[in-house]
């Protein structure tokens, strides 16, 4: 099973990834959710992964956080729940957020999501309504949720593409200017790198 790719980006073209590791090309499909945080092609990465096997074929799966992975595992194990629906959920809501919705049973703004159905969304919640505990908590707490500061999540990005907690910091703290989200703070301190 391939857990990780550490590599260099090659393209991305949603939901296609391109990403080259030791000289080899590997094909993946992420959701939304990564793709926006994902840098320039060129860059060096890192995405968890899950690879699927059907008869047809293998097909790679990647997310920028062990969060994501995990809820697009749990969602897949689901009866009538499969990867395309999987990523369309996470391109549609943040990790925290899914769990939210389904701890408050809010079926209807589950079919607000693409390729959601009414039914779909209920058996969701029904499903997934007793793994909202101590489970979901862990899951949750990966994820950030709506409290995480732009710099503790950028921090997080910086270490999933393989920097030191201890180099994230001081890169992120650096980079650092008021009103910046993540996803700015991100490409400031990657870039402050390259230069640096």
Do not use: C
Request: proline share 4%; hydrophobic share 40%; aromatic share 4%.
């Amino acid at each position: 099973m391939i857990g990780h790719l550490n590599g260099k980006l090659m393209s991305k073209q949603p939901p296609l990834l391109l990403v080259e590791v030791a000289g080899v090309g590997y094909e993946l499909e992420a959701p939304l959710s990564t793709i926006e945080k994902l840098p320039e092609p060129g860059a060096a990465i890192q995405l968890h992964t899950h690879l699927s096997v059907r008869e047809d074929a293998h097909v790679l799966f990647g997310f920028i956080t062990l969060a994501e992975k995990n809820l697009f595992r749990e969602l897949i194990k689901l009866n009538g729940v499969g990867p395309k629906l999987a990523l369309s959920i996470l391109s549609g809501l943040s990790v925290g957020d899914f769990w939210n919705l389904v701890r408050n049973q809010d079926a209807a703004r589950l079919t607000q999501l693409q390729g959601v159905g009414k039914k779909t969304a209920e058996r969701l919640v029904l499903e997934l309504k007793d793994r909202t505990g101590a489970q979901v908590e862990t899951i949750g707490a990966m994820s950030g949720g709506a409290t995480s500061s732009p710099l503790h999540e950028a921090r997080r990005a910086l270490e999933t593409l393989g920097y030191k907690p201890a180099e994230a910091i001081r890169m992120s703290e650096a980079a650092y200017q008021d009103g910046m989200n993540s996803e700015q703070l991100v490409r400031e301190s990657l870039k402050r790198a390259v230069r640096g």
